[in-house]
T-cell receptor
Framework: DQQVKQNSPSLSVQEGRISILNCDYTNSMFDYFLWYKKYPAEGPTFLISISSIKDKNEDGRFTVFLNKSAKHLSLHIVPSQPGDSAVYFCAAKRGSSQGGSEKLVFGKGTKLTVNP | DAGVIQSPRHEVTEMGQEVTLRCKPISGHNSLFWYRQTMMRGLELLIYFNNNVPIDDSGMPEDRFSAKMPNASFSTLKIQPSEPRDSAVYFC???????????FGQGTRLTVV
């Protein structure tokens, strides 16, 4: 049972355009969401996060949007650059105050290719 | 800080052999996670520790897998005996207990032939 789903295994965009990566989750107890970026032969690196009390968080070219009612979040990259080409993982976790674990549950990833 | 350090980076072993993967978390972090990445299942959590105590090992696939954290600066993941289906990239990550991100090591690519 996949609690975090990234339904698009790959996405290709032109340099300078917007990249939109989507993620859906099923567990309503999740209250913290993260995006990780992974280059080949490296470990995932943290990119941006959002708490469930917010619906938007922005950091430079990266913005994460959260729609709790739809259990959906998305990562927007604008403008996209060739160096953004990587696999992007969506992850979610429950806060420890709820008695749940602090483990991160990951989606399967979306491979983004930004063409020059 | 050097980040999360994993060793070895690559391991090739024969079926039936024991394999030990090692991890040194970031100093001061009190949570440690072991993940496995495969094409079919993506990144799946195997086990995690808080303050050196195993909290959730429900992701450990079989009794052939075991993990230990004898102190705050070291953890091992052992597979005995190894099988070809164990071939994957194994990641270790660490974080603070508070609601913050986890930092990953570079992974160990395990190939069991």
């Amino acid at each position: 049972d996949q609690q975090v789903k990234q339904n698009s295994p790959s996405l290709s965009v032109q340099e300078g355009r917007i990249s939109i990566l989507n993620c859906d989750y099923t567990n309503s107890m999740f209250d913290y969401f993260l995006w990780y970026k992974k280059y080949p032969a490296e470990g995932p690196t943290f990119l941006i996060s959002i708490s469930s009390i917010k619906d938007k968080n922005e950091d430079g070219r990266f913005t994460v949007f959260l729609n709790k009612s739809a259990k959906h979040l998305s990562l927007h990259i604008v403008p996209s650059q060739p160096g953004d080409s990587a696999v992007y993982f969506c992850a979610a976790k429950r806060g420890s105050s709820q008695g749940g674990s602090e483990k991160l549950v990951f989606g399967k990833g979306t491979k983004l290719t930004v063409n020059p | 800080d050097a980040g999360v350090i994993q060793s070895p980076r690559h391991e090739v072993t024969e079926m039936g052999q024991e394999v030990t993967l090692r991890c040194k978390p970031i100093s001061g972090h009190n949570s440690l996670f072991w993940y496995r990445q495969t094409m079919m299942r993506g990144l799946e959590l195997l086990i995690y520790f808080n303050n050196n105590v195993p909290i959730d090992d429900s992701g450990m696939p079989e009794d052939r897998f075991s993990a230990k954290m004898p102190n705050a600066s070291f953890s091992t993941l052992k597979i005995q005996p190894s099988e070809p289906r164990d071939s994957a990239v194994y990641f270790c990550a660490s974080s603070l207990l508070e609601n913050t991100e986890a930092f990953f090591g570079q992974g160990t690519r395990l190939t069991v032939v």
